[in-house]
């Protein structure tokens, strides 16, 4: 049995490693704002180009987001299988929206938020950006819901657990 609480610290492991990449895109995504507000307004070309930078930035991070969002989900179950051997019955509160998708939907506002200032320095219209960048986050709200659907159903299907008994090897 400690071989499996080994392998339970591993798979908690790859979670946090999984959750501190998203950690880091943010940070990232943070420097680029940073750089937009310290480039002289002058240079429209410069703050498109930092601006479409921090687009891809966060297009990595929603799929980013999105791949470890199955992968922590199917290690929490492979975790609670793990517990449900050893012996370990625990029952914990499950938030109505999970981390994950917050951390998800931080991405989708702040893609918003970048698409909205494109607009505005390509065509100067403060009104369609604002438009712009509020139905893109409301859309947003409406992809995480359908991601934590298909995410809980395709973790659910392809997430096996069993199993075997090591005998004794001579």
Not at 43 to 57: K, Q, R
Not at 90 to 95: D, E, G, I, L
Request: aromatic content about 14%; charged content about 15%.
């Amino acid at each position: 049995m400690p071989d499996l609480m080994e392998y339970i610290k591993v798979q908690w492991a790859d979670i946090h490693h999984s959750r501190n990449q998203e950690w880091r895109v943010l940070v990232i995504i943070i420097g680029i704002f940073y750089a937009l507000f310290k480039i002289n307004p002058e240079y429209i070309c410069l703050h498109v180009a930092i601006t479409i930078l921090g687009l891809f930035a966060c297009g990595m991070g929603i799929y980013m987001s999105l791949v470890h969002w199955g992968l922590s989900s199917s290690k929490r179950l492979i975790i609670k299988a793990c517990e449900e051997k050893l012996g370990i019955v625990a029952k914990f509160y499950q938030s109505p929206f999970p981390v994950h998708g917050l951390i998800l939907l931080m991405y989708f506002f702040i893609a918003s938020i970048l698409l909205g200032w494109l607009i505005w320095l390509l065509l100067g219209k403060i009104l369609i950006s604002f438009i712009t960048f509020f139905m893109c986050f409301l859309i947003s709200f409406r992809i995480c819901f359908i991601a934590r659907r298909k995410i809980q159903k395709a973790v659910e299907e392809q997430t096996q657990v069993t199993f075997r008994e090591i005998g004794d090897k001579q």
